[in-house]
């Protein structure tokens, strides 16, 4: 007998933008980053580059009547969520691109790509002023700085730049039309290690109203394709139904992890990695089983003697993770009892505090940290540290300063920062403890089973 079909029916989205040989940006990234968030995405073709990690070496507009029976089949047939453009390369395109849009009851996010990430023109010169009519039919525009100066009279390229000045530059934006504004704060001068990104938008009662979405700047040049990706996440939860407000919040965030986790291909600046999310949430059974194996192991062994006054407990975080509740933990935490040890809850996610935040800020020296465990510090366990297959390090809590916004990612910093990029990672940090906190020893992994090793190394040494 035949199976039953069982169809799905997820929102609609479409990208009206050029197509990257290479592969990171464009169309591709569009698509990508959309059936990621659970859109279907459909697509209006621009233009074709040949392009790569290095740079652009051709691009071919196509014929605005090529372009115009794609959006004709598209519309003709898809109920759409949310549009968003990119890559339009001339004023013929845009004039075009205006006008299909100006006739659809969609939100319509307009990413006015200009410039690649390599630094080749995508956008003809003379056609920069055919964008305002486009712009007025925004929900949301979102240029970078070098667009942003390029649309406004505001100049975001040449610091220092001050946070006034982005803001002007978005209420220029609203002035042409546009529902709201992001201007993107990556090639923004003087933000130092911090991006900013500024929305302005008006609200339902016609007030203008200033958001800024803060995150840590990262130490790399792979970009290629995060503008595509950033606007294409936000059209797509826009085609779920939510807020501009929370979808801007939540693609900022997405395109923060692509952009951490990108990909390491090509000669050139790499591109993000649009599904870096839909992997760490693919991630979560395996991280949660690790753990529960060695939670097993260590109850096996009876490792009551590493257990520490305030209990021990097994972290893991899944390959992408970012936050407390993308890693895995016992809840409870692994107590002594009069047999030996035993954890007092099952494995979950989030279910540690300290332990998962000093893990999650040990990987921002290392990402391939994946584990770790606090442990008993006494003279003995000290002692038996060195016993271990690696550096160990430490930090006293008494030199904490008032400012240091949590000791987990302190005491990380101190441990982990130093090192220098051809050493090899420590294996385990001691932790003095202060008055009222418990020493501790933190052992740290790439690897569950390595994780486990080290402890039951430690515990060796300290029968011995």
């Not at 849009?101 to 003379?126: F, Q």
């Amino acid at each position: 007998m035949t199976r039953k079909r069982a169809p799905v029916s997820p929102p609609v989205g479409l990208t009206v933008a050029g197509s990257d040989s290479g592969g990171g940006a464009g169309i591709q990234a569009d698509l990508k980053t959309m059936e990621a968030h659970g859109v279907f995405g459909t697509s209006v073709v621009t233009a074709i580059t040949a392009q790569n990690t290095v740079g652009v070496e051709r691009s071919h507009v196509l014929p605005i009547d090529e372009i115009a029976a794609q959006f004709g089949a598209v519309q003709a047939d898809f109920d759409l969520g949310a549009v968003k453009t990119g890559m339009l390369a001339t004023t013929p395109v845009i004039d075009l691109v205006t006008d299909r849009v100006a006739e659809m009851d969609t939100p319509v996010i307009v990413d006015p790509v200009m410039v690649s990430a390599s630094g080749d023109r995508l956008l003809e010169p003379d056609a920069e002023d055919a964008y305002e009519s486009l712009i007025s039919e925004a929900t949301l525009v979102t240029p970078n700085a070098d667009e942003a100066s390029v649309l406004t009279d505001v100049n975001l390229t040449s610091g220092p730049v001050d946070r006034e000045q982005t803001r002007d530059a978005g209420e220029q934006l609203l002035d042409m039309g546009a529902d709201a504004a992001l201007v993107k704060g990556g090639h923004v001068v003087d933000d130092g290690d911090w991006v900013i990104d500024t929305l302005v938008m008006t609200t339902a009662d016609g007030d203008r109203r200033v958001r800024t979405f803060e995150h840590p700047r990262i130490d790399t040049d792979a970009t290629h394709g995060s503008g595509c990706t950033l606007s294409s996440a936000i059209a797509a939860h826009l085609a779920h139904g939510e807020t501009l407000g929370y979808a801007v919040e939540a693609g900022t965030a997405f395109m923060e992890r692509a952009i951490r986790y990108g990909y390491d291909v090509g000669g050139g600046p790499g591109p993000v990695q649009h599904l870096a999310a839909l992997r760490e949430a693919a991630d979560r059974h395996q991280t949660m089983t690790d753990v529960a194996e060695v939670v097993e192991a260590l109850v096996d062994r009876d490792v009551s003697r590493l257990v520490p006054e305030v209990g021990m407990n097994v972290v893991g975080a899944t390959a992408y993770a970012e936050a407390v509740g993308e890693t895995a933990a016992v809840e409870g935490r692994i107590t002594r009892t009069l047999s030996g040890v035993a954890p007092n809850g099952g494995v979950r996610l989030g279910a540690s505090s300290h332990v998962a935040r000093f893990l999650l800020a040990a990987r921002e020296f290392d990402p391939d940290l994946r584990f770790a465990v606090n442990c008993r510090f006494d003279d003995e366990t000290e002692a038996a540290t060195a016993a271990l297959d690696g550096p160990v390090t430490e930090y006293d809590r008494a030199d904490e300063p008032e400012d240091a916004s949590g000791t987990m990612g302190w005491g990380a910093r101190q441990a982990f920062g130093d090192v220098a990029a051809d050493d090899p990672t420590p294996v385990a940090v001691l932790d003095r403890g202060d008055v009222g906190k418990e020493a501790i020893i933190k052992l740290v992994a790439e690897t569950p089973e390595q994780l486990g090793e080290r402890v039951f190394t430690l515990l060796d040494a300290t029968d011995e």
